[in-house]
Structures are given as C-alpha cells and as structure tokens.
C-alpha cells in the first residue's frame, strides 16, 4: 500500500484566499483524522472521521475551517478565508478501527501551509 | 481537563549513552498511550502502544513502561539514527487523542 497521501506538499497562498487540502487514507481504514502541527503548540487534532462520518470535530479552530470526507477514499480540509495565523503543517492520519477503542494512526507526510 | 506533558524538550546524547523520555498524563480514562517517532519534514510514525499500568514493550533499542501517571520511553546504547522528535499520545475513555509536544532527541556520535 502507498500509504496515506496529501496533496498538495506545499501550499503557498495570500491572507483571505481559500486553500483545500486533500488527504487519501489507506485503502480498508475506518478511520480519518486531520492535524495541524506547530512549534508552538505541537500536534493537534482538528477533526477526525468514522466510516465517513464526522465524530469529533472539537478541535476545528473556528468557522473557516471545514472538512468532509465525501467517501472512504477522500477527504478535504478547507480554509476560507486563510489567515497568517493558520499557517502550519496539516497531517492526515488513518486508522484501521477503534478495536476495543484503541488504535494506532498512520499520518501522511503532511502539506506544509504558509499563508502571507 | 485532559494533558499530556513531556519532558525534556530536548535531550542531546553521546553514542551509546542510554537515557529515558517522560510522558506524564492526567488523561481521563485512558484506554491507551501511544509512542510515535517523527523525522524532520515527515509524519509521525507509530512505535508503540501501551494499555494498562506495568505494560512493558519493546523494540530494538528502545522500550517503552507506563505506570498510572506516567510513561517512559527508555533508549539503551543509542545511535545517531535514533535521533528524532518523540511523541506521546494518550487516548482518552470520551474518545479524544491528546498529543504531547515531544522530546527532541539527538544523538551524537
């Protein structure tokens, strides 16, 4: 399996434009988290999915953020309006299952966001 | 509320100087912790996962415990490869991931 892949690596954008990143789990994961990784507060989780449904999105900052996974194959983060503030590296994850509610993630190799 | 703490920030070794990362958690009914490496520009890649207080796991030079309030991850005779930013995670009884800053680990040969 190739793994989890986020498109795109870079994303290079101006205060108030919208940025979609794209995530692909690997394929059979019931499971799909969105993270946002600073310096200076770490790894964070925004959103995550079960069997394409959202259940817990308490982590989405505000508003402009928004996620859906319109199938088991795809899922978006979009931002709109962008701020400087938003910039960061954003890793999609999954997971085969929550058997016995525990499991481990797999991430992919992150979009690094600088908005201007 | 729910906190992973991991200390220290940063820990530089020589080659082969063995010494332990602390993850420390008020995690409200943990049903996991999770250990994962990160190298710069990639994502956070699982090591370990650990289930109830006493649990010991291993894996090569690396062996992770965890006790009701915390968790080690001790690093025997470290190598330069070994040098990467190390995560914690607990995994909570409400279904919650919260994630440690992580140790930055380099080791110098």
């Known amino acids: 399996d190739a793994g989890v892949i986020q498109s795109p690596r870079h994303e290079v954008t101006e205060m108030g434009q919208e940025v979609t990143l794209r995530c692909k789990p690997i394929?059979?994961?019931?499971?799909l988290f969105w993270y946002r990784q600073t310096m200076m507060r770490g790894l964070e989780l925004l959103i995550y999915?079960?069997?394409?449904?959202?259940?817990?999105d308490s982590g989405m900052p505000e508003d402009r953020f928004s996620a859906k996974m319109p199938n088991a194959s795809f899922s978006t983060l979009k931002i709109q309006p962008s701020e400087p503030r938003d910039s960061a590296v954003y890793f999609c994850?999954?997971?085969?299952?929550?058997?016995?509610?525990?499991?481990?993630?797999?991430f992919g190799p992150g979009t690094r966001l600088t908005v201007l | 509320e729910d906190q992973v703490t991991q200390s220290p920030e940063a820990l530089r070794l020589q080659e082969g100087e063995s010494s332990s990362l602390n993850c420390s958690y008020t995690v409200s009914g943990l049903r996991g912790l999770f250990w994962y490496r990160q190298d710069p520009g990639k994502g956070p890649e699982f090591l370990f996962t650990l289930y109830s207080a006493g649990e010991e796991k291993e894996k090569e030079r690396l062996k992770a415990t965890l006790t009701k309030k915390e968790s080690f991850l001790h690093i025997t005779a470290p190598k330069p490869e070994d040098s990467a930013t190390y995560l914690c995670?607990?995994?909570?009884?409400?279904?919650?991931?919260?994630f440690g800053t992580g140790t930055r680990l380099k080791v110098l040969a």
């Open positions: 999915f079960n069997n394409n449904v959202p259940i817990d």
């Open positions: 994850a999954s997971s085969p299952g929550l058997a016995g509610g525990v499991n481990e993630q797999f």
């Open positions: 995670a607990g995994f909570s009884g409400t279904y919650k991931y919260i």
């Open positions: 394929s059979g994961h019931d499971y």
